[in-house]
């Protein structure tokens, strides 16, 4: 969907790209064939892991369309993360990290079995740190190359596909924090503007640019969220060693 939106910029010279209804429509159709394919796998299911209680949630026939959802959420929240050079890269480098040392805990414990191929979403955890790694060698400011839609859909995809198949999708909160917020803070600014006819919450959404607002350098900005980043996938890898 990306790939398609960045095309119709790029190539056919259409500055608005994909509209709206195309864009969504599109993601709900990735969105819920990944989400279908999850709920019938006898690898994942529809249950999915409580973080540090050990317990499962089975959301039923209910898990193709909350996960369809949190997949379009997830998505689009890593769009509008990236705003700023290297940021996005940034704190999917971190992200992906803690999602392969969770996948090294969960090999190693009895949980690995009932698992889709843990070792296989490793490995692409792994992959999509290199990834970002070379990427930010062009991406860190000042910026050379950008990632556009293509990019930053495929980032987010990616991450919370991760969570899916570990059935690990709470823990987004804590490893795909920074994109999230960029998200709320993006619906709060919104219908607060619309309440209060015309005041706002914050200088700027998503809320990165409020930082920039604030006096805040790009580069103080990128290290603050790898920093809140590198926290919260901490706090997320020893949420699933105290469920072994």
């Not at 949190?70 to 689009?76: E, H, M, Q, S, T």
């Not at 050079?85 to 990290?97: N, Q």
């Not at 009895?110 to 191929?117: E, K, P, T």
């Not at 991406?139 to 991450?159: E, W």
């Amino acid at each position: 969907v990306g790939c398609a939106d960045d095309y119709i910029k790029a190539v056919k010279k259409r500055h608005e790209g994909l509209n709206p209804i195309q864009k969504i429509a599109g993601q709900v159709i990735v969105s819920l064939g990944f989400s279908v394919y999850c709920y019938f796998s006898p690898k994942v299911g529809s249950s999915i892991q409580i973080p540090f209680t050990g317990l499962e949630w089975d959301l039923g026939v209910f898990y193709i369309p909350v996960m369809t959802l949190l997949v379009i959420f997830i998505v689009n929240s890593s769009n509008l993360q990236d705003g700023l050079d290297g940021l996005l890269s940034t704190v999917t480098t971190v992200s992906s990290a803690s999602w392969a040392v969770i996948c090294l805990i969960l090999l190693v414990s009895a949980r690995a079995a009932d698992s889709v191929d843990t070792a296989t979403v490793g490995v692409f955890a792994m992959s999509m740190v290199g990834a970002c790694i070379g990427f930010l060698r062009f991406n860190r400011y000042p910026a050379k190359t950008f990632m556009g839609d293509t990019g930053s859909m495929l980032l987010g995809g990616a991450t919370v596909a991760m969570a899916l198949l570990l059935r690990q999708p709470l823990l987004l909160l804590l490893s795909f924090f920074t994109p999230i917020m960029s998200s709320v803070s993006v619906i709060m600014q919104r219908y607060y503007f619309k309440l209060t006819h015309g005041k706002r919450i914050f200088l700027m959404s998503p809320i990165h640019h409020h930082f920039e607002k604030k006096g805040y350098s790009e580069t103080q900005i990128v290290s603050m969220y790898a920093g809140i980043t590198m926290i919260l996938s901490l706090i997320a890898i020893v949420s699933v060693c105290a469920m072994q």
